[in-house]
């Protein structure tokens, strides 16, 4: 009942509320019309959300009499464990290897050596060159 009551009074806010945003830009019919449809969605709306909020409550008060029925374990899914494969033979054997230098071969690591920037000491030059870039 107290479902029902909830669900009721939730229609009518809905139905007013619905009806007077409409009343002064439609006919009365019109804004009846559409004032019924709010009060049956907010109806609907409030009984679908008390039984949910039902079911819910419903299931973790089942949840926890099961736990305390099963000797003080944790419910099912309250626990998350998860664990990674072992790579400890990948590691080992990443290990194993021997560096570039012990082995003798001569491909190990070398630095990038990029050439070096060359600056143009030569005035007229630039002024060319800038003559250029700026006809262009």
């Not at 809905?14 to 006919?27: M, R």
């Not at 949840?63 to 033979?89: H, I, K, W």
């Not at 990038?112 to 262009?136: C, F, I, T």
Request: glycine share 12%; charged share 20%; net charge negative.
């Amino acid at each position: 009942m107290g479902k029902i009551l909830i669900s009721l009074l939730s229609g009518l806010i809905g139905f007013v509320f619905t009806f007077l945003t409409n009343y002064g830009h439609n006919l009365l019919g019109t804004s009846l019309i559409r004032g019924i449809y709010g009060f049956i969605l907010w109806f609907v709306l409030a009984f679908f959300l008390r039984w949910v909020l039902g079911f819910i409550v419903k299931q973790s008060a089942s949840g926890d009499n099961s736990g305390e029925q099963a000797g003080g374990d944790e419910a099912l899914g309250a626990r998350f464990d998860l664990s990674t494969p072992d790579e400890d033979e990948e590691l080992i054997n990443l290990l194993k290897q021997k560096p570039p230098e012990e082995s003798g071969s001569s491909e190990g690591f070398t630095p990038l050596q990029p050439p070096k920037l060359v600056s143009m000491k030569d005035p007229e030059e630039l002024a060319k060159a800038v003559r250029h870039l700026k006809e262009e």
